[in-house]
């Protein structure tokens, strides 16, 4: 089992930036993908980033390329992921979670059905 906790989230003006961070324990030491998705009100959850179990390959969705940045520490009992959001906009509001879950045939899952262990959710509002 892993656990997950983010923290972060928050209040913003368009512009400005924001840096989400993730604290996943527990089973750590499998070779778990991460990711970052959001969910807006009235919409489903979506893919925002993903990164591999050794930070060497990381994912984006297009709306955030160029201005998101996904990295990870995977420490000896810990494994920290973060989410550096530069350039917010309004369209970025939302509950941004973050989950663990292992590739499927070798590949990084860019899908929410393709993660087992979710945190609870964070929020990050960007006001116009």
């Known amino acids: 089992q892993v656990q997950l906790v983010e923290s972060g989230g928050g209040l913003v003006q368009a512009g400005g930036s924001l840096r989400l961070s993730c604290a996943a324990s527990?089973?750590?030491?499998?070779?778990?993908?991460m990711g970052w998705f959001r969910q807006a009100p009235g919409k489903e959850r979506e893919f925002v980033a993903a990164?591999?179990?050794?930070?060497?390959?990381?994912?984006?969705e297009d709306s955030v390329k160029g201005r998101f940045t996904i990295s990870r520490d995977n420490a000896k009992t810990m494994v920290y992921l973060y989410l550096q959001m530069n350039n917010l906009k309004p369209e970025d509001t939302a509950v941004y979670y973050c989950a663990a879950g292992l590739p499927r045939d070798g590949t990084v899952v860019l899908s929410p059905s393709g993660y087992d262990y979710w945190g609870q959710g964070t929020q990050v509002t960007v006001s116009s």
């Open positions: 527990g089973r750590t030491s499998s070779s778990y993908a």
């Open positions: 990164i591999s179990w050794s930070g060497g390959s990381t994912y984006y």
